[in-house]
């Protein structure tokens, strides 16, 4: 069954909360506005997507290595990157009503999206993005901190050290995932837009000369993780830059596209940043960064190219890209059609009854199997509603429990997707599940 664009994001937003994805921040006294919690399931999933950006980007390639720097940061990272004069977003205020907006994602620049008013909006102010803070006991302007609203430059000014202790050379990656925070003026739709969120990005430092074949390089290869992950074709887009859109930093830049409800918005931006962060920190540091090799005496500041995704988005994105419905004897089937590797729960073990002779058993399974893989393990209710439940958050494999089990010591699995029912001896589950739920 076509799921209407329109109800996707209703649904999925509802589905989130009743199943247990996202909670919306500090709900009992009444929600702090666009911060959310991920719930049970939700941290399952967020926690696998970062997993396997992690895989393909540092686990499975010997020229990339990974770094967890600090969140909070002193003014001079963010003078010498360029954030405190060029982080900025222009806000308007609409006179009429007094609603704020982000100019440049307004619709109709004359129009104000909350009252309607035509023609009344304030000269557009650039607003940083910044939170600031104080470190230390004393509030003064000495004592104040920035969080980082990127992971990006610990990658920079930690170039020498990881240089030195990590005997890598161009062409390397640093790569990290953490929580970026950006005071948004208009944050939204869901968690696609949030204040606090988290990142995935990777700085792959180059030989300047082959900083464009790089560039084409991560724009294919981070195209290729989304296809790889299940993500369908027709919801994937790469949008080159236009000249005049490129930051000052840019060579070149591409954004992964997702085809979001509203429309085609980032999930990712790829972008030649040349040797620019480097250059920037060296002179506000005084510190050389740049790569010597000590075979042919070359030395120079490498180019970088980055690929930046937001991994809250990702999440969101993966979600509603597999969200769907089936009609089944007669019944709509919400379903989940995840990629395994995504899926927060992998196998569901349910015993059929809730009778004691079943329980043991059933435990017996949970013990085999969970050392392997995150299961939940359910007892209440008619198995069917557990299939279904399972179905929407995505499982791939419930393994069932039943009397018959007590005679042949066989239980029987159940695929998601097809509803095809395997009957599996205990003694060969871990084999069965192992050659279908590949890492
Ligand atoms: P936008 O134009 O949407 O504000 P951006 O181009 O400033 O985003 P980048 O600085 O390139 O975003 O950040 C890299 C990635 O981090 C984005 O593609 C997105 O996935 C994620 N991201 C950025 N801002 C947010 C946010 N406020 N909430 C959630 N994810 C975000």
């Known amino acids: 069954m076509d799921v209407n664009k329109e109800e996707l994001f209703d649904k999925v937003v509802n589905l989130s909360k009743r199943r247990g994805f996202v909670f919306q921040s500090a709900e ?10 991920y719930g049970p399931v939700g941290v399952l999933l967020l926690r696998n997507v970062k997993e396997q950006w992690w895989r393909s980007m540092v686990q499975f390639r010997q020229d990339v290595v990974g770094l967890d720097a600090a969140i909070l940061s002193p003014p001079a990272i963010w003078e010498a990157s360029g954030h405190l004069t060029n982080f900025t977003d222009p806000l308007v205020d609409c006179r009429e009503c007094g609603s704020r907006f982000r100019q440049d994602k307004l619709e109709d620049q004359n129009k104000c999206p909350s009252c309607g008013a035509n023609s009344s909006f304030t000269e557009a102010r650039q607003f940083n993005l910044m939170f600031k803070t104080n470190a230390g006991p004393v509030i003064d302007s000495a004592a104040e901190v920035y969080l980082r609203p990127e992971t990006a430059q610990g990658m920079f000014t930690n170039f020498t050290n990881v240089l030195n202790t990590s005997r890598k050379k161009p ?15 208009t944050p939204g739709n869901f968690v696609f837009r949030t204040r606090e969120f988290e990142q995935m990005e990777m700085e792959y430092f180059v030989p300047p000369s082959d900083s464009d074949k790089w560039f084409e390089y991560w724009c294919k290869e981070r195209m290729d993780w989304y296809l790889n992950l299940g993500m369908k074709e027709d919801s994937l887009r790469l949008r080159v ?15 992964i596209e997702f085809s979001f409800p ?21 002179k506000a540091s005084g510190n050389r960064l740049e790569y010597n090799d000590s075979g042919s005496g070359e030395r120079y500041v490498p180019h970088v190219i980055e690929p930046a995704a937001g991994a809250t988005r990702t999440a969101m ?9 089936e009609e089944v004897n007669g019944e709509v089937r919400n379903v989940l059609k995840l990629d395994h590797r995504l899926s927060p729960y992998k196998v569901a073990v349910l015993p059929l009854s809730k009778k004691d002779e ?9 013990n085999l199997v969970q050392p392997h893989w995150m299961c939940d393990y359910d007892q209440t209710q008619a198995i069917g509603r557990r299939y279904r ?9 419930c393994v069932t429990i039943d009397f018959e089990t007590l005679e042949d010591k066989a239980v029987t699995v159940r ?17 069965y599940l192992s050659s279908r739920l590949v890492p």
């Open 317 to 325: 994105a993966f979600l509603m890209d597999a969200y769907e419905e």
């Open 28 to 37: 009992i006294y009444g929600g702090f506005r666009s911060t959310y919690d």
């Open 358 to 366: 079943l329980i043991e058993p059933s435990k017996e399974v949970l």
């Open 171 to 185: 062409p390397f990656g640093i790569a990290q995932i953490g929580k970026s925070f950006r005071n948004e003026i």
């Open 262 to 282: 509203w429309g085609w918005d980032e999930l990712e931006g790829i972008a030649n940043r040349t040797d620019y962060d480097l250059n920037q920190h060296a």
């Open 415 to 431: 695929e998601r997707d097809s509803m095809h029912q395997d009957r599996v001896p205990v003694l060969e589950l871990i084999e």
């Open 389 to 397: 439940r399972q179905d929407e958050i995505g499982t791939p494999y």
């Open 241 to 255: 830059h236009d000249k005049d859109e490129l930051s000052h930093y840019s060579r070149a830049t591409s954004d």
